[in-house]
């Protein structure tokens, strides 16, 4: 609450430092508020700064659906583990569909790659994960592919 | 003269064994290919199967949405399945189950419960069900080796009066002559010589399917003895039901925009909106009618001739005993009776379109040629008609004449699969495939590629660098001179290039463009997708060259998925009749431009739609609902462009006229509005990426380019890649925050996260 007292544009910040602190997240347009264009006058007035408070905190990933993937994700390590990278991608991939910002499932796809030879792709991919990760040991274990 | 028999014996000879090889020749076309032609099974062409857990992001409104689209019935007591209820935020489905090529899903019922956007539980049987999809839906039918859409159907199911009226017309000698008939000939002889010019083939019904399968327009003696000699054989091998079959089947009935209407059940569907077994008799009779010239008796082209067209067809089914003379009578009082929308229901030929060019450009052929294959494709129905709706709602109320046309593509922003598109305004008719075919200068849409090039030398350039927006005179080596102007013919002097690209000020741009090098443009255009179309010349800075909005939607896809080009798919997989899988296409990222500098990139074009060219988006989406985008505007306003990111979509919308007249719109007023409209009401998921490694947070003043502190004037907080912030200090707010402080706290989070 002390916050509102700093003054109107720390507010903003204190406002995302909330949702932030527990889904241990950074975002890149919850930036402060940006200030009112520098070059030229705006004549409307401008949106309110980012604070994206999607329903599902970012790096807290929903029950519903991880039980949804996580079954896929057995499916694909049991394929990948007799040598079908293929099929092990593809269930990955529809795993991906289901939740399309989970590192887990960055983590698992860059690993089958890697199982598969194939490292470049495995470290964009793992690169790409990185993007989602909201730190702690699968954010480690996605660097670990990255070349 | 012996000499002169014997060599008159050897030609003939020699002449009739040519003949037997040809005609066995012949034969072996026929037989080989004929059966493969005849039974050919259409490809059956999915959508994406909707997945349901606890968790998706989808209203209950969607779900009645898409199983109505799939044929299932809203009851009020669920009893088997295809059936469902809904009431409130609670939707049971009895699901058809499907065999999908990697797995069956099985027929199950199940319940669900929504709150707001969002499946909130799922159960069957009073137990927690954690994942299931619903039976795809079949969006179209493609012949691969045709590459049409078409509407198969069997004998059985046509009606009596269209085969007996058919024969009528046609070949009335058809249940008895060999493939050729004397008497045909002679009546089109004596009808020809009546006239004195050619009006009738004379023509049986196995000489026209010969005609369709295997030979060339052209009236020549050798293709008519052709004609003549592989109907014989035709009918030698099949029976008459068959070829009946086939004809009914392969018989063409006009062209809508490029695609040719085969078949009697496709023509049915096109021109009445109608089964063909539900076809009332002057409806059969206009089918009939049509076969003759179906250019010439195009109901929708020629009503008029098509009308009279199909009387005389109703005379001659009623002369030959097929209709009594009362019934065609009321038959001959009807209407045309057409189909008003001039399109095919539930079809979506332009995106049916892109999996066709996909299928022929990635497919191997003797895949192709494999019967019944099943094309499991990434088409979002539920997206689609979102699309439409938004496209629909602004032009009519941007241009209620009717005379812009538009085009736009949705991908999904982490795998490149193409959800949804629109080729033109009438987004249910096939015809010029703009999404795909249209080739426009793409304006400002394409300055991202500049920043991004700029972005990728953080020893040169940062968001903070100082431009020079000032005019600009440059000589072509052709004489003429190039000279760009702002839109609103103002120079603004030195501005950070965050906010060139924010505001889209052409010069700034075009000097920036010049600076790095055409060379590295087209380079960067590349790596981000774009290779067609482009022209390595000073306007390239300024979207000068022919690109299609698929194009564009190739080169945000890369922009928004941080740098990885992902080739757009519209296809996950293909499977054949017994469901084995023949072909994958999997989500594949390869990095082609700096991570850290493609996210410095999606920084710029997100303050686009904060304070620049693109706010006009915040009319229609939530403050805190963060996006990426820029506008397009081409000269006169001939293309209002805007593409553009969420965290779940990519979209690109195209507003222009097919003559490349002028629009009186800009990229802000004009596509820019569908695309807003669209994101507002499809998009689940805001923009909100952690920044990559090796970037960091720097507090500038935006007027000098220096750093300062927190609170000081033109103070603003800008991404740069680690190292290369400015060193330079206003001095002002060095002391200003202490530490811990809630600047600092911010900066912690950022390098903890990394």
Sequence with gaps: MMLHRIGPRLAVVGSLLLPSACAVYTRPGAEPEPPAPVVTPTPEPIPPAPTPLPDVPRGREDAGVVAAYSPLLAKAETAASQGDYEQALALLERAQRIAPDSAAVYLAMAGTYARKGDKARASATAERGLLYCGGGAVCEELRSYIR | ?754
Excluded at chain 2, 275 to 297: D, F, H, N, R, T
Excluded at chain 2, 497 to 526: C, K, P
């Design chain 2, 1 to 754: 003269m012996a000499s002169i028999r014997n060599m008159l014996l050897k030609t003939s000879l020699a002449a009739l064994v040519l003949a037997a090889v040809w005609v066995v020749y012949l034969d072996a076309k026929i037989t080989s290919t004929f059966a493969e032609k005849m039974w050919e099974l259409p490809a059956k062409v999915y959508a994406r199967p909707l997945e349901l857990f606890a968790g998706a992001r989808l209203s209950a409104d969607d779900l009645v949405y898409e199983l109505e689209l799939l044929g299932y019935r809203k009851v009020s007591t669920i009893r088997s399945p295809g059936h469902f209820s809904s009431y409130r935020n609670r939707v049971e489905v009895y699901t058809r189950g499907f065999e999908f090529p990697d797995e069956r899903e099985r027929s199950t019922r199940v319940l669900l419960e929504f709150s707001g956007q969002r499946v909130s539980t799922m159960a069957a049987g009073g137990q927690r069900l954690d994942l299931m999809r619903l039976d795809p839906l079949q969006i179209g039918g493609i012949y691969p080796r045709h590459g049409e859409d078409r509407v198969l159907v069997r004998l059985e199911d046509v009606p009596v009066t269209l085969l007996a009226g058919l024969k009528a017309v046609e070949d009335r000698a058809f249940d008895s002559h060999h493939g050729f008939s004397i008497s045909g000939i002679a009546r089109a002889a004596l009808s020809n010589l009546r006239s004195g010019q050619v009006v009738a083939g004379g023509s049986t019904i196995t000489q026209q399917l010969v005609k369709n399968y295997y030979l060339t327009p052209d009236r020549t003696l050798v293709r008519k003895v052709r004609e003549l000699i592989m109907a014989v054989l035709l009918e030698f091998h099949y029976s008459k039901d068959q070829i009946l079959e086939s004809y009914v089947n392969e018989i063409y009935l006009g062209q809508e925009g490029p695609r040719a209407i085969h078949g009697f059940a496709l023509g049915a569907r096109h021109y009445f909106d109608t089964p063909l077994e539900q076809l009332g008799l002057q409806e059969q009779a206009l089918l009939i009618g049509m076969v003759k010239g179906p250019s010439l008796y195009n109901p929708l082209r020629n009503p008029e001739r098509a009308l009279e067209r199909r009387n005389v067809v109703l005379d001659v089914m009623a002369e030959q005993g097929v209709i009594s003379a009362e019934h065609a009578r009321i038959a001959r009082a009807m209407p045309l009776g057409l189909n008003g929308r001039r399109q095919i229901r539930n079809s979506f030929p332009a995106f049916l379109d892109l999996v066709r060019r996909q299928l022929r450009a990635e497919y191997r052929e003797e895949d192709l040629a494999t019967q019944g294959l099943s094309i499991f494709t990434t088409f979002d129905p539920l997206l689609q008609r979102q699309l439409e709706a938004s496209t629909a709602r602004v032009l009519d109320q941007i241009d209620g004449a009717g005379k812009l046309e538009t085009a736009s593509v949705v991908t999904r922003l982490d795998t490149g699969e193409v959800a949804a598109l629109i080729g033109g305004r009438r987004s249910r008719y096939a015809g010029f495939n703009r999404a795909l075919d249209a080739r426009r200068p793409a304006g400002s849409l394409l300055k991202p590629a500049v920043y991004l090039a700029a972005l990728e030398r953080p020893r040169d350039y940062t968001l903070a660098s100082r431009l020079s927006d000032t005019p600009l005179r440059k000589e072509l080596s052709n004489g003429q001179v190039w000279e760009p102007r702002n839109f609103d013919r103002q120079a603004h002097g030195a501005v950070p290039l965050f906010s060139a690209l924010a505001n889209s000020y052409n010069l700034a741009t075009a000097r920036l463009g010049l600076e790095l090098g055409l060379d590295t443009l087209v380079d960067t255009l590349a790596r981000l997708g774009v290779t067609e179309g482009v022209s390595a010349v000073p306007a390239l800075t300024l979207g000068a060259g022919e690109y299609s909005p698929l194009a564009m939607a190739t080169l945000y896809q890369s922009i928004g998925a941080g740098g990885y080009r992902l080739p757009l798919r519209s296809i996950r997989n293909v499977a054949d009749a017994q469901g084995e899988i023949l072909s994958r296409y999997l989500t594949e990222y390869d990095r082609t431009a700096s991570l850290q500098a493609t996210y410095l990139l999606q920084f710029a074009l997100q303050e686009v739609v904060r304070a620049g060219s693109g706010k006009g988006v915040y009319r229609y989406l939530p403050g805190e609902f963060t996006v990426a985008g820029k506008t397009g505007t081409t000269n006169d306003g001939r293309d209002s462009w805007f593409a553009g990111f969420s965290g779940d979509l990519v979209a690109v919308s195209w507003i222009g006229r097919d003559d490349n007249g002028a629009t009186g719109l800009t990229g802000a007023s004009g596509a820019l509005q569908v695309w807003a409209d669209f994101m507002s009401r499809a998009s689940r998921q805001p923009l909100e990426y952690r920044p990559p490694d090796g970037v960091e947070l720097v507090t500038v003043d935006v007027a000098s380019g220096q750093r300062t502190g927190d609170g000081c004037p033109n103070a603003r907080m800008l991404p740069f890649i680690t190292g290369s912030a400015p060193s330079q200090h206003t001095g002002c707010g060095q002391q200003a925050v202490p530490a811990g402080g809630i600047g600092d706290w911010f900066r912690r989070l950022f390098k903890g996260a990394n």
